[in-house]
């Protein structure tokens, strides 16, 4: 590709963003690394006729030595590359395994593309690249693939300095000091970052992280891009600043053009300035869909979703339908229907407001809603997703990563990092829950209710603390028990403990 050209014909200054795609785009926890390394596994045993174990400990071998296992084959053994790409990543059955990624795409929308190209960089073969991406639903963001040709001797791949030459060439930049990149691998960032690429590696929550960094930003997540390439600039905050300088524009003239030492007209000069910067963020962030920060400034406009029927709003209602439409009791329906109402006025008490939602695009969420603690300034927004096991059914922790799931795909209004999202299920939480929940990025906690609607632990982790419950100085106390003659709970100010992941009572 050629690169671009301004009117005068000088070269285009602006900086490319590099993409890596397997385990980058998408988490490693997906497994599809696992399910790549077994097919190449069994190629190599095939191909080579060798046993299990030397082919599991030659295909180590030229990972490690040449950054990918065909490089080691075409070397030394011929094989036909292309054949290989078809029996290995072609072969992957990624179709059930990466779906469209809402919050990747809002994240790549959100860089400003007249400021910056966004650009794959894969030592996956093109066909493989194209395939992930497309299911990803993020293929139309990017402005080109440079990918690795299996049909080329020898085989170019990062970590290899032709490649990153490669990838400059094909994306049109010249300097290195325009190359961001982001990579999961080690000695990909490595080599980019000796280049002079700006480079963040990627390790993934739950990996250890290397003793030392691989280049200048490491990073959990790719949320964390926003932060560490702000010179790449984000469509939002651009619209905002240009906003902000103009405001600061007409301030300066008319305090110029105003009498000095008036103290008063200062500050009110100060306080239209306050009032400007907080009504630009309020438009600003209403334009760019910024709920978090939206419903921040103005906690009062909630829009809550429709709710799923009109022919029941509560357990009263149900139960009153149920039994006019002759509804199976024992029936799955019914039994999560029941204990989905069931919760909403068990937490009534706690100062939960909450109502039932659903339907095709609840994305998992069950109960919707804000929690008015005393002493918080506003009340919580929360998203509860019930899980009504069945008898002899553990919770296991995978179901934390589905609540995640909740937190990207919640209504407009429900999302973000301003939003509690609770799980409630009738057994108390396990360790390895506690666990997952700890360990989880997203603000969250658990609630344990039995079938008959007795609160008896209410858990959150620190996230939820650091973005909210802190300092709310405010504590819940449950009945001891989970008999209907306990008293019913209360929540009470300074009393019993609020710290972190803890239990609060029981
Ligand atoms: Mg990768």
Redesign the pocket.
């Given at each position: 590709m050629s690169s671009e050209t301004r009117p005068n014909g000088a070269a285009s200054p602006r900086p490319v963003l590099f993409f890596?795609?397997?385990?980058?785009l998408y988490p490693r926890s997906s497994k599809v690394h696992d399910l790549m390394a077994t097919l190449i596994d069994d190629y190599f045993a095939k191909h080579l006729g060798l046993p299990e174990e030397d082919a599991v400990r030659l295909h180590k071998e030229y990972y490690q030595n040449y950054g990918l296992a065909i490089e080691g084959l075409v070397r030394h053994h011929q094989i036909d590359p292309l054949e290989y790409n078809a029996k290995v990543d072609d072969a992957l059955p990624l179709e059930g395994i990466i779906k469209p990624n809402p919050a990747l795409r809002r994240l790549l929308e959100d860089i400003d593309t007249s400021k910056v190209k966004l650009w794959l960089l894969t030592n996956a073969y093109v066909t493989h690249g194209r395939r992930v991406v497309k299911l990803l639903g993020v293929e139309d963001l990017f402005e080109g693939l440079t990918y690795c040709d299996y049909s080329e001797i020898p085989i170019i791949c990062k970590p290899h300095k032709d490649m990153f030459a490669r990838a400059m060439r094909e994306a049109g930049v010249d300097r290195a000091e325009d190359c961001y990149f982001v990579?999961?691998?080690f000695s990909n960032c490595e080599s980019s970052q000796k280049l002079g690429w700006t480079t963040a590696h990627l390790v993934e929550e739950g990996l250890p992280l290397p003793p030392k960094q691989a280049s200048k930003y490491q990073i959990r997540h790719l949320e964390e891009l926003r932060n560490v390439f702000p010179q790449i600039g984000s469509r939002s905050s651009d619209a905002t600043d240009d906003r902000i300088q103009l405001c600061h524009g007409v301030l300066l003239l008319l305090d110029r053009l105003l009498p000095l030492g008036l103290g008063d007209l200062q500050l009110l000069l100060q306080l239209f300035d306050v009032a400007l910067l907080v009504l630009f963020a309020v438009v600003e962030a209403r334009e760019q869909g910024d709920e978090q920060l939206y419903l921040l400034l103005l906690p009062v406009n909630v829009p809550y979703p429709e709710a799923r029927t009109d022919e029941h709003c509560d357990l009263a209602s149900y139960v009153s339908y149920a039994e006019r439409t002759g509804l199976d009791v024992q029936s799955t329906v019914y039994v999560g229907t029941r204990y989905e109402y069931t919760v909403a006025a068990a937490l009534a008490p706690f100062g939960f407001s909450i109502m039932r939602v659903g339907g095709k695009s609840d994305c998992g969420i069950d109960l919707i809603g804000t929690w008015a603690v005393p002493s918080a300034l506003a009340p919580i927004r929360v998203i509860l997703q019930c899980k009504v096991a069945s008898r002899g059914t553990a919770i296991r922790p995978g179901i934390i990563r589905e609540l995640e799931g909740t937190f990207i795909g919640a209504p407009v209004g429900w999302r973000g990092a301003g939003v509690l999202g609770l799980l409630v299920a009738p057994k108390p939480a396990t360790k390895g829950v506690r666990e997952a929940m700890g360990r989880s990025r997203w603000p969250m906690g658990f609630v344990c209710c039995s079938n008959d609607g007795v609160l008896k632990q209410l858990i959150w982790n620190r996230t939820a603390e650091e973005k909210g419950l802190e300092g709310m100085g405010v504590n819940v106390q449950f009945p001891q028990g989970d008999s209907k003659e306990d008293p019913p709970p209360a929540v009470r100010k300074d009393e019993c403990l609020a710290e972190g992941d803890k239990q609060l009572s029981t």
């Open positions: 890596d795609i397997d385990n980058c990579d999961d691998s």
